[in-house]
């Protein structure tokens, strides 16, 4: 079992930055992917960024070149920054990783872009 639990989400104006953080019950070995996904109101949750097993990191094409996830030191963190944010940013933003056939996820954090 893995809780993981979000946070750094706000409203901010568009331009602006905002850096999640995600922290996991216990340390989640690099060999396990690590992503971040979002839902917007009356749309179906999607991908945005993984962190994978092998290093690399992948992105939406909708985030690539305003987003960069990352694996904190500690073993149990993972960061999306968010750069440039749009009003269609705005979503309820989720960390999720699968161990084990399983997938976690956590109770999400709340982005908000508007001026």
């Known amino acids: 079992q893995v809780q993981l639990v979000e946070s750094g989400g706000g409203s901010v104006q568009p331009g602006g930055s905002l850096r999640l953080s995600c922290v996991a019950s216990?340390?989640?070995?690099?060999?396990?992917?690590m992503a971040w996904y979002r839902q917007a109101p009356g749309k179906q949750r999607e991908w945005v960024a993984t962190s994978t097993s092998r290093g690399t990191t992948n992105y939406a094409d909708s985030v690539k070149g305003r987003f960069t996830i990352s694996r904190g030191n500690a073993q149990n963190t993972v960061y999306l920054q968010m750069n440039s944010l749009k009003p269609e940013d705005t979503a309820l933003y989720y960390c999720n990783t699968v161990q084990g056939g399983v997938g976690y996820w956590g109770q999400g954090t709340q982005v908000t872009v508007s001026s």
């Open positions: 216990k340390n989640i070995d690099r060999v396990y992917a």
